[in-house]
């Protein structure tokens, strides 16, 4: 489960529950916020955002366009309960002859809500990976949005400018109403995309129902971008695209930051087979390279992986990139 891969902030922080006043709910089929006064404290307290109705569109648009069916993951989790009683964990998870997986999940309890919806593809393709992870708790709402690059950047591409270069518009009709999010370390800035939205924002109806239009204008996007990528036929490419694929996810299982949380909602045990099985699946097939091996600089001397949370590069405290989508550090 994911907000960022290292935005420098931990979601733990915000899992402390606060004073409350105020009840913020939607329904299932429109975004309509209310708020209800519960007492005279200046803090909020999040009762229910649900973001039941972002995956439901999202697999609407999908099944206008492909044919989805579940996958072998959605038997196995469909629901769990947290270990405190009160945490409900909801998982979508769906395939295609070209997407691998297309999953959801959502947390909610009375004092937050998190969803994480991502598509990986077949390794015959190499489309960019969808990324939606949102987490909204009582005083903020942090949310990372994001056709995360399947290969690396650098200034212009041949990859850039076949997925990038042309659906610009997409992130300068957002970027007013969410703008830069804040410090994003430079370790993790190498997965991340022109297109990416990170921001902070407090809760209300207009921030929402902009958030659900640019949640579904990116998905869009990438949808499109699925339907007309061609099989790669070049052996060595998928293997490429396979590696890429496969460093993305070895990355993510071992440096997500959800992990603090998804171990103190379901335990150790569990919140490990959630983010290598489900979240991050692949990781142990699509390939037998190990962290350390993608990325030896983070190994100590007694040969374990460093887990600290930022151990190289700069931090961005703003956007590293111009208006034409150039890294500009």
Not at 67 to 95: C, N, W
Not at 170 to 186: C, D, N, R, V
Not at 293 to 310: A, H, I, L, M
């Amino acid at each position: 489960m994911a907000l960022s891969m290292e935005s420098g902030f931990s979601i733990g922080s915000c899992f402390k529950a606060p004073n409350p006043p105020v009840l913020i709910s939607a329904s299932p089929k429109k975004i309509n916020f209310t708020l209800r006064r519960r007492s005279k404290s200046l803090l909020f307290r999040v009762s229910a955002v649900s973001y039941k109705e972002f995956a439901e569109s999202a697999l609407e648009e999908t099944r206008k366009r492909i044919v989805l069916e579940p996958s072998h993951l959605q038997e196995k989790y469909s629901s769990m309960t947290g270990l405190d009683g009160k945490t409900e964990l909801r998982m979508l998870a769906f395939k295609s002859s070209k997407i691998r997986l297309l999953r959801s999940m959502a947390i909610e309890n009375e004092t937050m809500q998190v969803f994480d919806f991502a598509g990986f593809m077949e390794p015959e393709y190499d489309t960019p990976i969808f990324c939606a992870n949102f987490f909204t708790s009582a005083n903020v709402n942090i949310v990372v949005l994001d056709l995360n690059p399947l290969h690396q950047l650098t200034d212009q591409t041949d990859y850039q400018e076949k997925y990038y270069n042309k659906i610009m518009s997409i992130y300068h009709k957002y970027a007013e109403t969410f703008p830069w999010g804040g410090k994003l370390t430079g370790e993790s800035i190498k997965f991340f995309s022109p297109l990416v939205m990170w921001t902070r924002f407090s809760s209300s109806q207009e921030k929402h129902k902009a958030l659900f239009s640019a949640f579904l204008e990116y998905y869009q996007a990438w949808l499109e971008m699925t339907i007309q990528v061609r099989e790669e036929m070049e052996p060595s490419q998928v293997r490429a695209n396979c590696e890429a694929q496969h460093k993305y996810l070895t990355w993510r299982a071992q440096k997500d930051p959800g992990h603090g949380l998804l171990k103190r909602l379901v335990g150790e045990e569990k919140a490990m087979e959630l983010l290598r099985d489900f979240l991050f699946n692949g990781v142990d097939e699509l390939g037998t390279k190990t962290f350390i091996d993608y990325f030896p600089e983070y190994q100590t001397e007694d040969g374990t992986v460093n887990d600290k949370r930022s151990i190289i590069g700069k931090s961005y405290e703003t956007r590293p990139w111009d208006l034409t989508g150039q890294f500009i550090g």
